[in-house]
């Protein structure tokens, strides 16, 4: 079954640690994203990658890392300079970014993670 | 800046009522369109995407989004909803010209009582 995978699906941490929330897929895609998902914000971008070891900063990065070793994994880290970090975590991914048809940039997503910060 | 507006934060219908939600977007260049569902405890899934042509697109479920460029707008649209599409409704505009972007609204929830 292709599809993206997030785990933990419940994440509890404790104020000035670091946490990284995992992102897989097996869709072959080249681009991926990640999104920060707040009651009555809708969805906000906070890293996307077009391709292995590449990333750009979306529109909220501040206190957020990533990393693109690989195709398939695009794990993110939420650090303790993140001054509001308890929210839903979306991770996407699409065949690309621009072009190459309808279906290129169409996003996929998983199942999310739910961060707390105690 | 860019930015896409839901207007409609809460919608409650009645079964078989009919649907419209709207979705407008600040940015004078092209864009591809897209509507998502939430459905409870479901991931987030496409519903139907605009990228050239026909400015009427039909999604799954019997949904369909026209495009009016002239009011930079692309509302959804069921004529008769049923208890099943309960859920939260994203519009979502991609910008591929200059610095990428794909810009999502702030959501609308639908609950339709049976």
Redesign the interface.
Known sequence: DGGITQSPKYLFRKEGQNVTLSCEQNLNHDAM?W?RQDP??????IY?S?IVNDF?KGDIAEGYSVSREKKESFPLTVTSAQKNPTAFY?C?SSAG???GG?SY????????TRLTVL | AQSVSQHNHHVILSEAASLELGCNYSYGGTVNLFWYVQYPGQHLQLLLKYFSGDPLVKGIKGFEAEFIKSKFSFNLRKPSVQWSDTAEYFCAVIITSGTYKYIFGTGTRLKVLA
């Open positions: 994203y999104y009555g914000q809708g969805l906000r971008l996307y077009q750009q979306l996407a970014l621009a072009g309808s940039n169409e996003q996929f997503f998983g199942p999310g």
